[in-house]
């Protein structure tokens, strides 16, 4: 099982609409959770992190965290064709030393 | 306040030849990590390492592959004899001394072995 997972891509939402990115991960113990942003040649772009259970919201993101189903997810309202990017899921693993392990990404595209 | 600085940010390399990748970490922050990220793939840990130390480097090829952060200068990722299987964008991040603190990226150095 690998150990993070991203809901395959490509997503296509249209502008103005909400675009929802999922990611599931294997071990239990994993601390810190992020999301990061990713342009096409560029270096990844932290976009939130997100600790404890619950929401987490930051602009027009929003970062759900439930650790008891292994589960965080991310919400961007009013996507913006701006917002089209692969969007990168990592977290830390129990135990570590803070290194990340990262899903493959999902690519999203906003369609004007 | 500078980010993380990276040079080169494009390197081409013959196959044997020395690849040498240099990173230098947001002022103040003393954890920094290499990732790899290879043509459709996501991005890999390779090693991290605080002044002349290297803490974890579980994701380092055993052969060929080495990383140093020596007390003064920049942290520097060695790929000797390189093949065209390390064609890649290498990454580095660095981090405060909070357990809980983001790593920040720096804009890659994009190998091309010829």
């Known amino acids: 099982q690998k150990e993070v997972e991203q809901n395959s891509g490509p997503l296509s939402v249209p502008e103005g609409a909400i675009a929802s990115l999922n990611c599931t991960y294997s071990?239990?113990?994993?601390?810190?959770f992020f999301w990061y942003r990713q342009y096409s040649g560029k270096s990844p772009e932290l976009i939130m992190s997100?600790?404890?259970?619950g929401d987490k919201e930051d602009g027009r993101f929003t970062a759900q965290l439930n650790k008891a189903s292994q589960y965080v997810s991310l919400l961007i309202r009013d996507s913006q064709p701006s917002d089209s990017a692969t969007y990168l899921c990592?977290?830390?693993?129990?135990?570590?030393?803070?290194?990340?392990?990262f899903g493959k990404g999902t690519l999203l595209t906003v369609n004007p | 306040n500078a980010g993380v600085m990276q040079n080169p940010r494009h390197l081409v390399r013959r196959r044997g030849q020395e690849a040498r990748l240099r990173c230098s970490p947001m002022?103040?922050?003393?954890?920094v990590y290499w990732y790899r990220q290879l043509p459709e793939e996501g991005l890999k840990f390779m090693v991290y390492?605080?002044?002349?130390?290297?803490?974890?480097e579980s994701g380092m090829p055993k052969e060929r592959f080495s990383a140093e952060f020596p007390k003064e200068g920049p942290s520097i990722l060695r790929i000797q004899q390189v093949v065209r299987g390390d064609s890649a964008a290498y990454f580095c991040?660095?981090?405060?001394?909070?357990?809980?603190?983001?790593?920040?990226f720096g804009p890659g150095t994009r190998l091309t072995v010829l």
């Open positions: 997100i600790y404890s259970n």
């Open positions: 990592a977290l830390t693993p129990g135990g570590s030393n803070y290194k990340l392990t």
């Open positions: 991040a660095s981090r405060g001394q909070e357990s809980t603190d983001t790593q920040y």
């Open positions: 002022k103040g922050h003393s954890h």
């Open positions: 071990d239990r113990g994993s601390q810190s």
């Open positions: 390492l605080q002044k002349e130390n290297i803490i974890d």
